[in-house]
């Protein structure tokens, strides 16, 4: 029997001009990454191509993404024989399917200069450690968006998550439009749209964002534009009988510096939202102090004070995961058709701190105190929980815990926050040196959260406003301030933050606290 010799896998053309075209794709779950390689496997198979597609998939969401490799050839009559997996500086085309996934590639060496075409979206994915990170953790896109003309051939980058929202489809359509617009594999436009017919599964949404993708890796259309980071603020409802009050406040905007009216406007819009008026007053009461003590101290003042008073308490979470717009963002973050049901299930677990503190001051005290009852929290009652706020009953729940909000004033946990938050504002006003107390505000942005990451954001915090007497009167102490701060933001275990205590220590005739 005749047996033809196996056409070996490499990047030069061999005996008979047959070359491997050699693609990898970056992906998460629910980015449609198995599709966009199935369509990229009958694409090339329906040009007369040999091709093979393997995947190994990531450790979990956002902390490892899954790598689909694609190899393919012309049929010569002889049988291929491809790799299994991608090799540094043997990739002609990288796909990710988002900004990060692309400077990862990058990092692995899937991205070569003179060679590989990098077809990217520009849109973000907070990996976990963005997350986790004590303070701003994301990590800088123009320093990505950058490199990536460094290392590749070829650059095809732009938003391709927010055409594909526009089409009604998912990212996965988009990709595999500006694979067909790279011009980096040899095949017509037509044949990749009849492979998106073939699929039978939302084909006229698909096509649409193909088709937009499509354009732009052409040039033939303007990319979307980018949207800002911060989420936009939206319009706050006040009922009738309070407009006259919310006028009011609207009025004592004005009597602020001018610099500090828009941050101290959309503070006010926070407060209000997260309690009530009187809430709104208390605030600007606040700000307005600090603006008189130094007008320089309007800005921080408004932004921190804003923060500080809308702490995160169950109260909160409660109000925040039963609102009608929250729905409407799940259900069009996750593409929820008019035939479709959606099932949503919320994580809860209360720490017996966190159950005390929700309670009236008197009664929570009490139960903080004795040992007997929070020993039988943690036998009985201290375990996560998974409530269907789907379900009338599980949505219900949350809706009378939000509805104790009006009571908030009377909670424990709202005694112990203000008693912390006045404690800040007045060390901060108490300082001689404007710019140390720009800086102790500023530290206000340590804490965060709530349960387990408002405890480690608190101790932080303590840390750091202990070496603050180590600098009142130093012509640097501003600057220091700042850097003890950034170091507590630099790591989770506080290493840096103690390098940093010892060195303020280091110059100073006053000993480190205990």
């Known amino acids: ?11 030069s053309p061999g005996p008979q001009g047959e070359r491997i075209i050699t693609l990898a794709a970056l992906a998460v779950g629910g980015q449609g990454g198995g599709v966009l390689t199935n369509w990229i496997i009958d694409v090339a198979e329906a040009n007369g191509y040999h091709a093979q597609a393997t995947s190994v998939a990531g450790v979990a969401q956002r902390t490892g993404a899954t790598v689909y490799y694609v190899e393919m050839c012309k049929d010569t009559g002889r049988t291929p024989v491809f790799a299994l997996s991608p090799s540094e500086g043997d990739v002609d085309i990288m796909i990710a399917s988002e900004l990060m996934e692309a400077g990862r590639a990058v990092m692995r060496g899937f991205v070569t200069p003179g060679r590989t075409t990098l ?33 590749a051939d070829q650059v095809v980058a732009f938003d391709m998550e927010t055409l594909a929202t526009r089409a009604g489809s998912v990212i996965s359509a988009s990709l595999f439009g500006a694979l067909a617009g790279s011009g980096a594999l040899p095949f017509p ?18 096509l649409r964002a193909f088709g ?36 009011q406040l609207e009025a004592r905007l004005a009597l602020l510096p001018s610099e500090a009216r828009e941050m101290a406007a959309l503070g006010l819009k926070k407060v209000v939202d997260y309690q009530d008026i009187a809430y709104g007053a208390q605030y600007l009461d606040m700000v307005a102090r600090a603006a008189t003590k130094d007008p320089a101290l309007a800005i921080p003042a408004a932004k921190y004070a804003a923060n500080a008073l809308c702490y995160d308490d169950i109260l909160r979470v409660a109000d925040l995961k039963t609102r009608a717009t929250r729905r409407d963002r799940v259900r069009k973050e996750v593409r929820v058709k008019d035939d479709q049901l959606l099932h949503l299930t919320e994580y809860f677990h209360p720490r017996f701190e966190e159950f005390t503190t ?6 929570g005290s009490w139960l903080q105190r004795n040992r007997k009852a929070e020993a039988f929290y943690a036998r009985y009652l201290d375990k996560g929980r998974r409530i269907r706020t789907d379900s009338l009953m599980g949505f219900g729940m949350l809706w009378c815990v939000s509805a104790l909000r009006p009571w908030r004033r009377n909670l424990l946990r709202h005694r112990t926050e203000m008693a912390h938050v006045t404690a800040w504002f007045d060390t901060a006003l108490a300082q001689t040196d404007t710019a140390l107390a720009a800086e102790v505000l500023a530290n206000r942005r340590l804490i965060k959260g709530y349960s387990d990451t408002h405890a480690r954001g608190l101790s932080k915090f303590d840390r750091v406003m202990s070496g603050l007497p180590m600098l009142q009167g130093r012509a640097d102490g501003a600057d220091w301030m700042r850097r003890l701060r950034t170091a507590a933001l630099a790591d989770e275990k506080g290493t840096a933050l103690d390098g940093a205590l010892q060195t303020v220590a280091s110059f100073t005739t006053q000993k480190l606290p205990a």
């Open 119 to 151: 077809i990217a979206s520009t849109h973000r994915i907070a990996a976990v450690s963005e997350k986790i990170a004590p303070g701003d953790g994301r990590a800088d896109s123009a320093t990505v968006i950058n490199a990536l003309g460094l290392a």
């Open 189 to 206: 436009r037509v044949s990749y749209e009849e492979i998106i017919r073939k699929s039978g599964k939302g084909v006229e949404a698909s």
């Open 358 to 363: 929700t309670l009236p001051v008197r009664l």
């Open 212 to 247: 937009l993708a499509f354009d732009c890796a052409k040039g033939d259309a303007a990319p979307p534009a980018t949207e800002a980071v911060a989420a936009a603020i939206r319009t706050l409802h006040v009922p009738e009988q309070l407009r006259d009050s919310w006028h």
């Open 1 to 11: 029997m005749n047996m033809q010799a196996p056409v070996i896998a490499r990047r």
